[in-house]
């Protein structure tokens, strides 16, 4: 089942659109930019006609003159052409390029300053909850996560189980980013245990039986290849020693899950907590993105050990959110937030539980998982 896409908006101008594999980047561009003269650096064919002689993009363009838009897919395959692309763009009667990449280290590596400022920075989130309407399932969401490859296959858990080792293949492996893929593969899986925790590098080194230092870049690949991200501590203005460690989500639930090893030492309620976190947390990160907001995500952790799962900072926005799993309120699931409240009496409170009820204790909006994901919407105050 197709779902059209709602709150990611075409560029006016030059722009990248990053995202991870999966997204639904292609598909959306074809729509976006029916006309577009097209450049697929997923074609072997493409990349390596393109990797030989850069060039050729000037005859393409010089050949179309009347073409208003090109996309090149996969840019960081061929990092070359951007020096092309940077001349074109300095010429009058440019088209407009769109550059889609589903990794960031190549570009990196390259040394690429993304185009000087020429073209915008877009990212494509998985699903929002409020993009799939009626057909959002917390549980399924849950289980198999909210990429478009996934959401559309027939068979989702199978999609998902091939999802993570192909990624790596095609973009760790054939670029060569780290020399024993094996040790990638258990840091994967290790570090699922991190998911919606501060990341502790050393515990997870020790897990992998590797150096910290590579476990440190690991992370960094892990990031730039969009399979995750890290959330700091929100310090501002602190009247607590804070924590220091920023904490760890994959990009999607759904990768989450299935790496997540699952055994008879294995608490299943454990592992839906971080789920339900991770959720809520890729939420934020598209409403953020797709607003065209300038505040930031954190979360909120004390040395003591008081924490809230997510702090919402910017000009124009302060909120807090707390995330559990339990089907009632419990007086002990809100004393958190409310000591966040003695601190920032101006932030905005809400906790997110897994009831059926919208309920208001001691100040604080409680809302079921699924409403308040429902509700999360570009543009919008959160509900």
């Not at 095609?170 to 670029?175: L, P």
């Not at 799993?325 to 699931?333: K, Y």
Request: with cysteine; hydrophobic share 40%; aromatic share 10%.
């Amino acid at each position: 089942m197709a779902v059209e896409r709602k709150y990611l908006r075409p560029s006016s101008g030059h722009f990248f659109l990053f995202g991870p594999r999966g997204t639904g980047k292609s598909t959306w561009l074809r729509s976006a930019y029916p006309h577009a003269v097209w450049i697929d650096l997923l074609s072997p064919a493409h990349q390596r006609r393109y990797a030989a002689r850069p060039e050729r993009l000037r005859e393409l363009v010089g050949a179309a003159p009347s073409q208003a838009d090109v996309v090149i897919n996969e840019v960081q395959r061929v990092p070359d052409l951007l020096t092309v692309v940077h001349q074109l763009m300095e010429e009058p009667g440019c088209p407009r390029f769109v550059l889609t990449g589903s990794s960031s280290r190549q570009l990196k590596r390259a040394g690429v300053d993304l185009l000087a400022g020429r073209a915008t920075l877009r990212t494509m989130h998985p699903f929002m909850a409020a993009e799939l309407g009626r057909a959002f399932d917390l549980d399924s969401a849950i289980e198999t996560g909210l990429l478009p490859l996934i959401w559309d296959a027939r068979d989702p858990v199978d999609t998902l189980s091939a999802y993570v080792g192909l990624y790596v293949q095609q973009e760790v492996q054939s670029e060569g980013i780290v020399r024993n893929v094996g040790a990638f593969h258990r840091f994967l899986e290790a570090i699922s245990f991190s998911q919606g925790s501060a990341l502790n590098v050393s515990e997870v080194a020790r897990e992998c039986s590797v150096s910290r230092k590579t476990v440190e870049g690991f992370v960094g690949i892990a990031e730039d290849l969009l399979l995750a991200f890290r959330v700091p501590v929100f310090t501002r203005r602190a009247r607590r020693h804070m924590a220091a460690h920023p904490k760890f989500f994959f990009a999607d639930v759904g990768v989450f899950s299935s790496l997540r090893p699952s055994g008879p030492l294995d608490r299943p309620e454990e592992a839906r907590g971080g789920a339900l976190e991770g959720l809520v947390a890729q939420h934020l990160r598209a409403w953020l993105s797709y607003s065209d907001s300038s505040a930031d995500l954190y979360y909120w952790r004390t040395r003591a050990g008081s924490e809230v799962d997510f702090v919402v900072y910017g000009p124009d926005e302060f909120w807090a959110l707390e995330v559990k799993h339990s089907r009632r309120v419990r007086p002990s699931e809100l004393r958190h937030l409310k000591r966040f409240r003695e601190d920032y009496p101006q932030a905005r409170t809400r906790l997110a539980y897994g009831g059926e009820e919208r309920l208001e204790v001691d100040g604080i909006l409680c809302l079921p998982t699924g409403e308040l994901l429902q509700g999360i919407v570009p543009g919008l105050p959160l509900p």
